[in-house]
């Protein structure tokens, strides 16, 4: 039988989550994946919501979550066509090449 | 009433100003004339008025009040005229004259285009109307108002032809020399209101009439002393004394009729008048009344010695007036105030027949100024020629035209007021104004004509008419038309009688003049014994002296006008040749003396070299240049170079800021949480 999971355990996993979500934005070579690992950071943070409404009985934080949800849907949609807008430009998907955002 | 009459002109000018354009010559001259008339006959009425006022305190006055000016603190100015004696006289002399002008005027512009035309004549009448709120004004910043007025119309009219550069150099020049004086007539002001916490005349002639006569017994003098000197530096700007006399000269580049306006019967007699304004604050000043004496009696020897060589005839009869100004001015500064006011309104009339005379003959020859060129004209111009005599007579001081009254009481308040020194070189000045007068008349009217040859100047001059200059030919020259003789006619009346006003006793007259200023130079309610006091020395003196002193002094000055005359008739008109060999022995003081001391010269290479030297090369390329420009680019500079570092921030990547931010993130929060 495993131990009833603790407040501190939500947490710690939901920092587990955003550490990988994080280093997959910085480390991978490739805009999708970097997209998916912003995904992976908005549902850890999603979850630190629920777990301390849950534990605090509290409801302002799932209120927050459904809001984090449909704004990382329209972020999904509209990365996307941007994503795609950038391939037919470059042909590649490398974030390091679109370096034209500066002087 | 008063109000009309700095009014009338005004609307005059208002009208020519506006639709001035549109209207014939012969509206816009009859109506700025018509104006100028109209203010003369109310100014005639509200004189009669005043005469038969019954006398308060011995003092006749007409005060109007219209609204308060200025209102702060302790300082209320009234927008006040005041007619008394002293203006009253003023004002007559300023509409009276100046209609005259206006007249001659509409004769003399008549070759200008319309609009010109327009624009003279509302010049002429802004003038006008500048100048009597000036003699009306109640109180100083009043009297400041006209002050500057007439400044500027002056300026206007000097540089009435701008397109000739002479001419707008020379109205630059005069509104600059100007604005030296009317810097000392302001603090002047400033200082008086300090001391004494008004600015209205009589006021400040009642609260110094209180003060002992004697500066050493009373604490405030030094600042009386130096106010009365302040507004004398503005006196000696706006009346050409030395050292501020370098701008009439050139004024003559305007037009005749406004040199005998503004040039020698009004404006420049502004300064007399502000001193006779102030007559109280100037006789509690004896130190200042001894600066004016001597000031005024070297500026007429000064200007005397150079008009006895100069070759345009403008030019003489312009060191002329400077020279007759300081004659008044030696009148106020000996304390003989209605001297000073009688000579004022006597030179009015000569001196703006002889300028007319001038114009007239000016403009007979087209535009020729040059009396070297000129010569026999007496047969072709008789009326110019009989009114130029009798103007040069009334200026030479023979009796009994108007000049000889005036300038003999000057002469004998200043020896009478035991000012020996400055009495000699006045009736040394008064031989050469004989003498140079004299000379004018005869190279311009006597001999054959020298005409032809037009020289460089005269080609300069003959500009302004735009009239064929080539061909001079006897049959050409006409005489003054109607207009202008008119007004030559009633000047040279008023030459020959304006002086029996001024009768001195000694002649079997009452100086009816006099006794008629004399309330205006004291304050309101003082005693007699207040009475400036130099007048009261004078008044002993004179009773002391005797009547048979003052008669040889009159024949002696008379003599020596006489003998100037004489001088001319021998050197310049029997034996030409003279002349010629004199200025050859001398030749180094007749270049001086072509050359005017040099005194422009002086002041170019003391006063205006180093103002550009110092303008071009320290502010100019080190303050603005340097100083201001090198912050502002400095700025930008500091800022590029910062930039240039920063910007390598900057990369691109979006994956280098999404770090920066991450990194910023931990910091910030790690900071709290560990704090």
């Known amino acids: 039988m495993l131990p009833e999971p603790t407040l501190n355990s939500y947490l710690m996993l939901s920092a587990v989550l955003f550490a990988i979500g994080t280093a997959g934005v910085f480390l991978r070579r490739n805009i999708i994946t970097i997209l998916l690992s912003v995904e992976v950071m908005l549902n850890a943070v999603n979850l630190t919501f629920i777990a301390v409404d849950r534990f605090r009985g509290l409801v302002d934080g799932q209120i927050m979550v459904f809001f984090v949800i449909t704004v990382a849907a329209a972020e999904a949609a509209v990365g996307l066509a941007i994503v795609i807008a950038l391939f037919r430009h470059k042909e590649t998907l490398t974030p390091d090449v679109f370096t034209s955002l500066k002087w | ?675």
């Open chain 2, 1 to 675: 009433m008063l109000y009309l009459i700095p009014l009338l002109p005004f609307v005059g000018f208002l009208v020519n100003a506006a639709i001035g354009k549109r209207l014939s010559k012969t509206m816009s001259g009859l109506l700025a004339t018509g104006v100028m008339a109209a203010s003369f006959g109310i100014a005639a009425m509200s004189v009669w008025t005043l005469v038969g006022q019954t006398p308060v305190d011995g003092v006749r006055a007409i005060e109007q009040s219209y609204y308060t000016w200025l209102s702060s603190g302790s300082l209320h100015i009234p927008l006040a005229f005041r007619l008394d004696p002293l203006s009253s006289l003023m004002v007559l002399v300023i509409t009276g004259i100046g209609t005259l002008i206006h007249l001659y005027s509409t004769a003399y512009m008549h070759d200008e285009t319309d609009a010109e035309y327009a624009r003279y004549f509302s010049y002429l009448n802004l003038f006008a109307a500048f100048m009597l709120v000036l003699v009306l004004g109640s109180s100083f910043p009043v009297m400041f108002i006209g002050w500057e007025g007439v400044g500027l119309c002056s300026y206007l009219l000097i540089g009435f032809w701008f397109k000739k550069p002479s001419a707008s150099e020379a109205g630059k020049k005069a509104f600059i020399v100007n604005r030296v004086g009317d810097f000392g007539f302001i603090l002047g002001m400033l200082a008086l209101f300090w001391a004494f916490g008004t600015l209205d005349f009589q006021e400040l002639a009642s609260k110094v009439a209180l003060l002992p006569n004697d500066p050493a017994m009373w604490a405030g003098s030094t600042v009386l002393t130096a106010a009365t000197l302040l507004l004398f530096l503005g006196a000696t700007g706006k009346s050409a004394q030395l050292p501020l006399y370098v701008w009439l000269p050139d004024a003559m580049e305007g037009p005749t009729p406004v040199s005998a306006l503004i040039h020698a019967a009004t404006m420049v007699t502004a300064g007399v008048y502000m001193i006779g304004r102030n007559a109280v604050l100037f006789s509690h000043a004896p130190f200042t009344l001894e600066i004016v004496a001597i000031v005024g009696v070297v500026t007429a020897l000064f200007a005397g010695t150079i008009g006895l060589v100069q070759n345009d005839i403008k030019r003489v009869l312009a060191y002329s007036t400077v020279s007759q100004l300081g004659y008044m001015f030696l009148a106020m500064g000996v304390g003989a105030f209605a001297g000073g006011i009688f000579h004022l309104y006597t030179h009015a009339f000569f001196k703006a027949l002889l300028f007319l005379g001038s114009g007239a003959v000016i403009h007979a020859l087209h535009g020729e100024q040059d009396i070297r060129n000129m010569g026999g004209l007496r047969k072709h111009l008789p009326i110019t020629f009989y009114t130029f005599l009798i103007g040069t007579i009334a200026i030479a001081g023979i009796p009994p035209l108007a000049g000889f009254f005036s300038k003999d009481e000057i002469l004998w308040k200043t020896y009478s007021s035991d000012h020996k020194v400055l009495w000699f070189v006045a009736v040394v000045a008064a031989f050469l104004t004989a003498t140079y007068m004299f000379r004018l008349l005869y190279l311009t009217f006597f001999g054959v004509r020298r005409s032809a040859a037009p020289s460089t100047e005269h080609a300069a001059h003959s500009t302004q008419h735009q009239a064929p200059s080539t061909h001079h030919g006897e049959a050409h020259l006409h005489d003054a038309p109607g207009p202008m003789a008119i007004a030559l006619i009633v000047l040279a009346i008023g030459s020959v009688l304006a002086g029996f006003v001024g009768v001195p006793h000694v002649l079997g007259g009452n100086n009816q003049i006099e006794a008629f200023l004399e309330p205006s130079f004291r304050a309101i309610g003082a005693v007699a014994e207040a009475a400036p006091a130099v007048e009261a020395t004078a008044e002993a003196t004179a009773e002391h002296g005797g009547a048979g002193l003052e008669f040889g002094l009159m024949a002696f000055s008379t003599l020596v006008a006489l003998a100037g005359i004489g001088l001319a008739t021998v050197v310049f008109l029997r034996r030409p040749q003279i002349a010629d060999r004199m200025a050859g022995q001398f030749a180094g003081v007749h270049r001086l003396l072509l050359g005017k001391y040099y005194v422009d010269e002086l002041y170019d290479a003391t006063i205006v070299q180093p103002i550009k030297r110092v303008s071009s090369g320290l502010l100019w390329r080190g303050v603005d240049a340097g100083v201001i420009d090198g912050t502002v680019n400095g700025v930008g500079l500091v800022v590029r170079g910062w930039s240039a570092v920063l910007r390598r921030l900057q990369t691109g990547s979006v994956r280098a800021y999404a770090m920066s931010f991450f990194v910023g993130v931990v910091t910030i929060v790690g900071y709290y949480l560990w704090r």
